[in-house]
T-cell receptor, first 112, second 113 residues
């Protein structure tokens, strides 16, 4: 079964610190790797996404790092803020052929 | 929530009763999906649709059926609800390719007593 393994399950970071969430996948046919952010009581929302032709993508304080040979990708949140406290999901797909497969999520708490 | 509504938003029902959840989109996106979200399990795909009357099973389809008679509506039915189907259900849509960016609805919290 196609899987995406996400770690850690939960993360506590000081305000201003760097939050790092990691994901690993098995299927080498995957070619689309999004991250979703979910606040309590809301649906997940696309945060940032990457395709394997680049090793890094940055949008504001959020960066995806992608390592194709290791089949791993990670989300880095720089200068973490209390408003970043949410659950984050990584996902992967062979876009055009398979639906997104989601990791189990990471609950991030940013404390002042 | 990208022009996606779900109804009802909350429902409490009893074991053995049928339940239908509705997802409605105003984006004219081709693909629609139903997920359930449970603590420790993340988002798991139940069924998805790639067009009117075209549907396929996801990872956790047992006990669920779906129908799509119009582009804008995707229905999820629990024929005989069980307590293990207590969950938060999310509908999602994507525009033109299976597995591409998905936009999620606000969710339906279902409790089966």
């Amino acid at each position: 079964q196609q899987q995406v393994k996400q770690s850690p399950q939960s993360l506590i970071v000081q305000k201003g610190g760097i939050s790092i969430i990691n994901c690993a996948y098995e299927n080498t046919a995957f070619d689309y790797f999004p991250w979703y952010q979910q606040f309590p009581g809301k649906g997940p929302a696309l945060l940032i996404a990457i395709r394997p032709d680049v090793s890094e993508k940055k949008e504001g304080r959020f960066t995806i790092s992608f390592n194709k040979s290791a089949k791993q990708f990670s989300l880095h949140i720089m200068d973490s803020q209390p408003g970043d406290s949410a659950t984050y999901f990584c996902a992967a797909s062979n876009s055009g052929n398979t639906p997104l497969v989601f990791g189990k999520g990471t609950r991030l708490s940013v404390i002042a | 929530d990208a022009g996606i509504t779900q109804s009802p938003r909350h429902k409490v029902t009893e074991t053995g009763t049928p339940v239908t959840l509705r997802c409605h989109q105003t984006e004219n996106h081709r693909y629609m999906y139903w997920y359930r979200q449970d603590p420790g399990h993340g988002l798991r795909l139940i069924h998805y649709s790639y067009g009117v009357k075209d549907t396929d099973k996801g990872e956790v389809s047992d006990g669920y059926s779906v129908s799509r008679s119009k582009t804008e509506d995707f229905l999820l039915t629990l024929e005989s609800a069980t307590s293990s189907q207590t969950s938060v259900y999310f509908c999602a849509i994507s525009e033109s390719r299976l597995g591409d960016t998905q936009y999620f609805g606000p969710g339906t919290r279902l409790t089966v007593l």
